[in-house]
């Protein structure tokens, strides 16, 4: 099962900022947190991923709580083309391999 | 850029068929994936390989195989195809392992079994 919970899906006004939440309060202090997206008929994208500090990249910004039991990712101008399914998971240690556990992600919708 | 290519992007399969879908990668990655992914399930790994000729099961093996005779090639065969395997079949590459790095997606291959 999926270590993370997000909503099933959001709302945002075209050129605002997303804030994409996501629960994560069983993980363990060495498993990360990535975020990948799916625009609709391809394949997924990778956004950005973390441990403990605030990323930023030229896609997003991703800010994760002290205690680590949740993150949020920070779209800060959406546009159209961000309309998309966000996918937040943890990166899990299984049977000595790491694997990334996907859920159902965040619908997330950009409007004119 | 990292091109994942995935040969068909929909089939349509009688049950019983035997199904090749072939992913190629151009970026020398040693580490290739499968998975599937079906609505309100995200995606599944079936089968991954960190080099030629490896091969290791996912979550979801039951049902297919698969073979990396070229490094940039990696395919996922199902040997006696079945309506449940109806989804969507995504191959991904990456340069590091244990999916400590960034994951590069092909379009995907829509599978239909009748």
């Known amino acids: 099962d999926a270590k993370t919970t997000q909503p099933p899906s959001m709302d945002c006004a075209e050129g605002r900022a997303a804030n994409l939440p996501c629960n994560h309060s069983t993980i363990s202090g060495n498993e990360y947190v990535y975020w990948y997206r799916q625009i609709h008929s391809q394949g997924p994208q990778y956004i950005i991923h973390?441990?403990?500090?605030?990323e930023t990249n030229e896609m997003a910004s991703l800010i994760i709580t002290e205690d680590r039991k949740s993150s949020t990712l920070i779209l800060p101008h959406a546009t159209l083309r961000d309309t998309a399914v966000y996918y937040c998971?943890?990166?899990?240690?299984?049977?000595?391999?790491?694997?990334?556990?996907w859920g159902a992600g965040t619908k997330l919708i950009i409007k004119p | 850029d990292v091109k994942v290519t995935q040969s068909s992007r929909y089939l349509v399969k009688r049950t019983g068929e035997k199904v090749f879908l072939e992913c190629v990668q151009d970026m020398d990655h040693e580490n290739m994936f499968w998975y599937r992914q079906d609505p309100g399930l995200g995606l599944r790994l079936i089968y991954f390989s960190y080099d030629v000729k490896m091969k290791e099961k996912g979550d979801i093996p039951e049902g297919y195989s698969v073979s990396r005779e070229k490094k940039e090639r990696f395919s996922l065969i199902l040997e006696s195809a079945s309506t449940n395997q109806t989804s969507m079949y995504l191959c991904?590459?990456?340069?590091?392992?244990?999916?400590?790095?960034?994951?590069?997606f092909g379009e995907g291959s829509r599978l239909t079994v009748l």
């Open positions: 973390g441990l403990k500090n605030n």
């Open positions: 991904a590459s990456s340069h590091e392992r244990g999916f400590t790095g960034e994951l590069f």
């Open positions: 998971i943890v990166r899990t240690l299984m049977d000595s391999n790491y694997q990334l556990i």
